[in-house]
């Protein structure tokens, strides 16, 4: 439970749209996250707003595969 208010209040940006989009994926998704998943989650996290935002808008593509699909789940939320 800690480790999930620690991950929301990490999704607090920013930018309106990244705070609304990855406040959404966490709460549909992040509980079923496996750990590799939540790793490549804690990695985009560390991204500045703006390359983060350009990688879910679908601007850019995600660094390596995990994150790629996990940018693809975040789209869906």
Do not use: S
Not at 24 to 40: C, D
Request: charged share 30%; aromatic share 8%; with cysteine.
């Amino acid at each position: 439970m800690k480790d999930l208010e620690r991950v929301r209040w990490r999704c607090r940006r920013g930018l309106l749209e990244l705070d609304i989009v990855l406040g959404r994926f966490v709460e549909a998704h992040y509980a079923q996250l496996g750990e590799a998943e939540r790793r490549a989650f804690e990695a985009l996290l560390d991204m500045p707003d703006n390359p983060l935002w350009d990688m879910v808008a679908g601007r850019t593509a995600a660094a390596f595969g995990e994150q790629q699909a996990l940018l693809d789940k975040i789209r869906t939320a």
